[in-house]
C-alpha cells in the first residue's frame, strides 16, 4: 500500500465488461479457426487481446457455470448446484469485491435461472430485471415453451442510460441469451443459417450475436468514452452438444463439446496483441486474476481486496505479465473440475487426461490421441485413473462454504422455466 506521498498508478481499466454468450463453442467463431460463422467483432478484440484456447467451464448449465464465474468457486463450495439453489448472501462475489476498488456495478441478465430469485443480484448496484414472456409465434401461450427473458432490445438502451449517470470505474455483465438453443428465435433472415437444419440456425445467432451484442456494446462505450480503457472479457458459459440430424443440447454430459469455451480479454491499454494461451485454464480463474491485475495497481487511496488468493478454487491466468508469474505452479492448478449434479456425473481433466464418473461407471479418456472422447483407457491406466479419482474426490467433498441455500422460487415454476429451456422435458 502506498504512503500517499508516491504518485498514484492508474488502474488497468475503469471499465471491467463481462460478456457471457450463452451456449457458444470456441470452434464457431473465427478467431477459434471458423470459416463459416461471421464474427469481426470478437475478432477485433482478439487480435489485440490473448485467446485461450484450452478453457473449461465448470458445469454444463447456466446457473452453475455463472455461480464459479463470479465466486472463483467450484460447485461443492458456492452451493449453487441446481436450478432449485441460490447463492448465499454472505458469499463474497466479484461486484462486492470489485467496490473494494471503487467500481459500480450493473449486470444485465438473459433470464431469471440466472437473477435475483438465484441470489445473483448480490453486490450490484443495478440488477436489470424487465423480464417479458417470450412465446413462439407457432407455439400455444398456455404451454411450457415460454420462458421470462430480459429482451435485448431493452438492455442496450438500460446500460446506456446507466452509464450516462456515473464517471466511475463500472463493471458491466451482459448475458445474451439469444444463442441458446430455443426455437422461437427472431433473426433477421440474412443471419438464417446453419449446416443442419436441425441445428436451430446456430451458427446465424452467433453471426448475430457478434453485431447485435458485441459490436452494440463495443459501439455504447464509444460513444461513452470508455473504450480505451475497457477490459472486454468474452466467454460463454456452456458450449453445445451439435450432432448431425438432432437439436442442439448441453445440459447432460461433460463432454468436450460442452466443457470448452471461449475465453476472450481484451484491453487497449494491456498490449497483448493477439497471443495465444494454450495452457488449460477454468472459468474460475477470472475472478482471482482480475482481482490481482487491479491490485498491482492500486493507489494510496484504494484498498485492496479482503480477498486472498487462498480463497478462491480458481488461480491467476497464465497472463503475460512480470508480476503473475508466481502462481502458475500452483498445486491443483492443472485440474479443471466440473459436474452436472442433477445427473450424477462429474469429471476431472488436465491438459492431457480426462477423468469422468457417474453414479454407475468410471472413464477415463486421452484427450492427445481421443479428442472426440471414444475410447476408454482406464484399464490401461489405472494409476493415473486412481490419481484424477483421488483429486477429484477433494473437490467433490468440500463444503458448502456459508451452507447450500433454496432458490427463491416454488419448484413448479422453476420446472416451467427448465421446460421453456429444453432442459427438463
Request: aromatic share 10%; hydrophobic share 35%.
Amino acid at each position: 500500500m502506498k504512503t500517499g506521498q508516491e504518485k498514484d498508478t492508474p488502474l488497468p481499466f475503469r471499465t471491467l465488461v463481462i460478456i457471457t454468450l450463452d451456449c457458444v463453442r470456441p470452434d464457431f467463431l473465427g478467431c477459434y479457426g471458423a470459416d463459416l460463422v461471421r464474427t469481426p467483432n470478437i475478432d477485433l478484440l482478439a487480435s489485440k487481446g490473448l485467446v485461450f484456447e484450452q478453457a473449461i467451464t465448470q458445469a454444463p448449465n447456466t446457473w452453475v457455470s455463472h455461480a464459479g464465474l463470479f465466486t472463483g468457486l467450484y460447485p461443492p463450495e458456492h452451493g449453487l448446484r441446481s436450478p432449485y439453489d441460490r447463492l448465499h448472501p454472505d458469499l463474497p462475489v466479484l461486484p462486492t469485491l470489485l467496490a473494494d476498488y471503487g467500481f459500480k456495478s450493473a449486470a444485465f441478465p438473459g433470464n431469471d435461472l440466472v437473477g435475483s430469485r438465484a441470489g445473483f443480484q448480490q453486490g450490484f448496484d443495478l440488477f436489470f430485471e424487465e423480464y417479458q414472456m417470450v412465446v413462439s409465434p407457432a407455439t400455444n401461450p398456455e404451454t411450457v415453451n415460454a420462458n421470462n427473458r430480459n429482451p435485448w432490445k431493452d438492455v442496450l438502451p438500460a446500460a446506456d442510460r446507466w452509464l450516462s449517470q456515473t464517471n466511475d470505474p463500472v463493471f458491466l455483465w451482459l448475458h445474451y441469451l439469444d444463442t441458446h438453443h430455443l426455437p422461437d428465435c427472431d433473426i433477421p433472415e440474412y443471419f438464417r443459417f446453419s449446416r443442419d437444419p436441425l441445428w436451430q440456425f446456430y451458427e446465424g445467432k452467433i453471426s448475430y450475436a457478434d453485431e447485435r451484442c458485441v459490436g452494440a456494446i463495443i459501439s455504447l462505450l464509444r460513444r461513452h468514452g470508455r473504450y480505451d480503457d475497457s477490459l472486454f472479457v468474452i466467454l460463454s458459459d456452456h458450449g453445445e452438444t451439435l450432432l448431425p440430424g438432432q437439436p442442439p443440447f448441453h445440459n447432460s454430459d461433460l463432454d468436450e463439446a460442452v466443457l470448452r469455451v471461449p475465453l476472450i480479454l481484451s484491453c487497449e491499454k494491456i498490449p497483448w496483441l493477439g497471443q495465444r494461451i494454450s495452457q488449460q485454464v477454468r472459468t474460475i480463474d477470472l475472478v482471482p486474476t482480475l482481482l490481482k491485475l487491479l491490485e498491482l495497481h492500486a493507489s494510496g487511496e484504494q484498498k485492496t481486496s479482503s480477498e486472498s488468493p487462498e480463497s478462491f478454487s480458481g488461480h491467476l491466468l497464465p497472463l503475460p505479465h512480470p508480476d503473475l508469474k508466481a502462481d502458475i505452479n500452483k498445486t491443483g492448478r492443472e485440474f479443471a473440475y466440473a459436474e452436472n449434479e442433477s445427473l450424477g456425473l462429474a469429471c476431472l481433466r488436465s491438459p492431457e487426461w480426462k477423468f469422468k464418473a457417474s453414479q454407475t461407471e468410471e472413464i477415463l479418456f486421452y484427450l492427445p490421441a481421443d479428442p472426440q472422447e471414444k475410447n476408454n483407457v482406464i484399464d490401461l491406466h489405472p494409476a493415473i485413473a486412481e490419481d484424477l479419482r483421488s483429486e477429484m474426490a477433494k473437490i467433490r467433498c468440500a463444503s458448502p462454504r456459508y451452507g447450500r441455500l433454496a432458490a427463491d422460487r416454488d419448484e413448479q415454476e422453476t420446472q416451467r422455466v427448465l421446460r421453456s429451456l429444453g432442459y427438463i422435458e
